[in-house]
């Protein structure tokens, strides 16, 4: 089920998973991307994960599980969308 919510995104249960786009080289230096790698970290982990564009990388912090929407362009690239 997906949830629409107005508020802080950091907030949410625990329990609740996220997601957001990132590029394949994982920097995430611009953007909300620079709020996840300061609160889940894991950089590594997801450049070990070798994914390609059109894939997700998935990170777990205890009971949340974030997915990472590996998109084309590089990380100072703007999205199409």
Known sequence: QIRCVKGDLFSCPGTDALAHCIS?????????????????????????QKKKTG?????QRDE?????????GGATETPPW
């Open 24 to 48: 394949e080289d994982c920097r995430m230096g611009a953007g909300i991307a620079v709020l996840f790698k300061k609160k889940f970290g894991g950089v590594q982990e997801l450049l070990d």
């Open 55 to 59: 894939e997700v990388a998935v990170l």
């Open 64 to 72: 949340r599980y974030i997915y990472y929407l590996v998109r084309a």
